[in-house]
């Protein structure tokens, strides 16, 4: 039994001897280096509408078994925006020992521009259609438009002045939001309208019909609001200027504009247009006017 154990033990040392040695072999003879990954640059700057591999300019990978790699460098991540338009680029790249180098450098963007929100009807409701209205109705009427992502008109979020609670008839300011993938946020205010059926000056009341309700435009850049007049809205029916049911008089000219955008400062601001009647009876549409930088 005593040599059986002395056995068993010399043969167990002389396992862990052949085992350590084919570690040391095994290691000796194993690419234990990783790849080097540079860039002839630390920022880059491109176009939202470039190719993928405009990304990988400047860029080499070499490894001292597999030589040039460059071809293996992947995008590992993208920062959200540290600016607007500019963003961090994480890179990384493997040899064929499964060793790794990572790289990160900036890059901007040369032609960004921020989400837009559009609007192509007024938000004007009757009390009872404000009262039962089916959240992803309303947000229907909004669109988004991104550079970087596409259409982002599923994205969109609003929250009506008041958490949403329609108190009667009048204007409320509606906050209509969205942002992209690096984290570029753009937020609108709009107004809505909620009309009473039952006010019987409303059923008087001709509204200015505009062809977009959300306008966009640069800094320092002024805009004819009078281009964006498409008619007026009586009831549900909507007349051309210039059309039968129009009388001749009326015109884009009729329509009187409170413009209170300061273009010369980034922000988003309210513009009125309104029409008075002969009878006196005035109803007003509001304009969003976003200024860009």
């Given amino acids: 039994m005593r040599k059986l154990r002395i056995a068993v033990i010399i043969f167990f040392l002389l396992s862990a001897g052949v085992f350590a040695g084919y570690r040391i072999e095994n290691r000796l003879h194993t690419d234990q280096v990783p790849p080097v990954l540079t860039s002839d640059t630390d920022s880059i700057s491109i176009s939202v ?34 600016e607007r338009g500019k963003r961090t680029v994480n890179y990384a790249v493997f040899d064929s020992s499964g060793h790794a180098a990572t790289l990160s450098r900036e890059l901007v963007y040369t032609d960004y521009t ?89 059923s008087e009341k001709y509204y200015p019909v ?42 884009p000219a009729s329509v009187a504009i409170t413009d209170r955008t300061d273009y010369n400062t980034p922000g988003a601001y309210l513009v009125d247009y309104s029409y008075t009647t002969a009878e006196g009876v005035t109803a007003v549409t509001t304009l969003t006017v976003v200024v860009e930088e």
């Avoid at 009262?131 to 309303?138: A, G, Y």
């Avoid at 966009?216 to 009831?235: E, F, M, R």
């Avoid at 039968?244 to 015109?251: A, K, M, R």
């Fill in 210 to 251: 505009l062809s977009q309700y959300i306008v966009y435009t640069s800094l320092g850049q002024g805009l004819d609001l009078y281009s964006l007049l498409a008619g007026l809205q009586h009831g549900s029916a909507q007349y051309s200027f210039g059309s039968e049911e129009l009388s001749g008089e009326i015109t």
């Fill in 49 to 82: 509408e470039a190719e993928e591999s405009a990304l990988f300019q400047g860029l080499h990978a070499e490894d001292n078994a597999d030589g040039d790699i460059t071809d293996e460098i992947r995008v590992a991540s993208m920062s959200n925006f540290t």
């Fill in 114 to 202: 921020s989400p837009r929100i559009t609007l192509n009807e007024p938000l004007r409701f009757s009390l009872s259609e404000a009262e039962s209205w089916d959240t992803s109705e309303f947000l229907e009427l909004f669109q988004a438009q991104d550079c970087l992502d596409g259409d982002l008109s599923n994205a969109v979020q609003v929250n009506v002045e008041g958490n949403g609670y329609v108190s009667g008839a009048g204007d409320y300011t509606v906050n209509v939001q969205v942002s992209n993938s690096a984290g570029d946020v753009t937020a609108v205010p709009v107004r809505m309208t909620v009309t009473d059926p039952s006010d019987e000056g409303e």
